[in-house]
C-alpha cells in the first residue's frame, strides 16, 4: 500500500536545473533513509544521492558539486536539486525510501516509477 510518486522531470538545455520531488503515502508509521538513482538505457541503474534522517547525504562522484538532495522528515518527501546539468545526466530518476509500513515487523526499500530527465546540449 505504500507508495512513492516521483514529479519535476522533463527536458533542459544543457547547464539548466530542474528539482525533482519525491511524495510518499500509504500506510508509513517511519521513513528511513532516502535517495535517488537514475538508469539509462542500456546501463545499470546507478545511485544518485541518498540521505538520512539526520540529514547526512551522499552523492555519486559525477554529480557531486551540481547536485543537492533534501528531504523533509515531516511530510516524508525528498527533493533533488539537480544544476549544471549535462547530457549525459538524461536518464529515469526514481526515488527510493526503506519505510516502515504499518504492520510490518521491519523496514524495506520502496520505489517510486521513476521520472524522465532529459537534458539537450
Known amino acids: 500500500q505504500v507508495q512513492l510518486v516521483e514529479s519535476g522531470g522533463g527536458l533542459v538545455q544543457a547547464g539548466g536545473s530542474l528539482r525533482l520531488s519525491c511524495a510518499t503515502s500509504g500506510s508509513i508509521v517511519s521513513v528511513n533513509d532516502m535517495g535517488w538513482y537514475r538508469q539509462a538505457p542500456g546501463r545499470q541503474r546507478e545511485l544518485v544521492a541518498t540521505?538520512?534522517?539526520?540529514?547526512?547525504?551522499n552523492y555519486a562522484d559525477s554529480v557531486k558539486g551540481r547536485f543537492t538532495v533534501a528531504r523533509d522528515n515531516a511530510k516524508n518527501t525528498v527533493a533533488l536539486q539537480m544544476d549544471s546539468l549535462k547530457p549525459e545526466d538524461t536518464a529515469v530518476y526514481l526515488c527510493s525510501a526503506e519505510i516502515l509500513q504499518r504492520w510490518h515487523l521491519t523496514p524495506r526499500a520502496y520505489w517510486g516509477r521513476g521520472t524522465q530527465v532529459t537534458v539537450s546540449s
Open positions: 540521505i538520512t534522517r539526520d540529514g547526512t547525504t
